[in-house]
């Protein structure tokens, strides 16, 4: 049975000629497109999703499928949204491994926020959400 990903990367929409538009989520998907390429991580796990819009997080809440990890990349213009939405996700679902990692994640984060079970910080993120979902596999 595959294990739920998703991954978040929530930003503002930009207005661009009266429509909404949003920055392509390059760095969730650059871990996931570099995890991807080894035939384990697809046996076990499952992208569901790469959220990228800013929707209310009860909305948000009720979209997600029995999540097994969910993946934060935090910058400064997303930290509290993303810290929101986290901790309603652990409390819905609190087996969930929540992760978050990118430049706003810090030791004093995970200090700070009980729901939080692990954070990346600096070095070759690609690789470190590697060894993570290693980690968490039956094949480690």
Known sequence: MFKNIYLFQPQYSVEVRKEDNYWLPYSVACLWSYCSQYDYINAYYNLKD???KREHPEKLLEKLDNPYLCAFSCYIWNEKYC???????KNKF?????????PQ?????LEENSFIDCIMLGGDGEQDFLDLLTRCSPVS
């Open 50 to 52: 790469i959220i990228f």
């Open 83 to 89: 810290l929101t939405v986290a901790k309603l996700i």
């Open 94 to 102: 609190p087996k969930c491994i929540i992760e978050f990692g990118g």
């Open 105 to 109: 994640a810090t030791i004093k984060m």
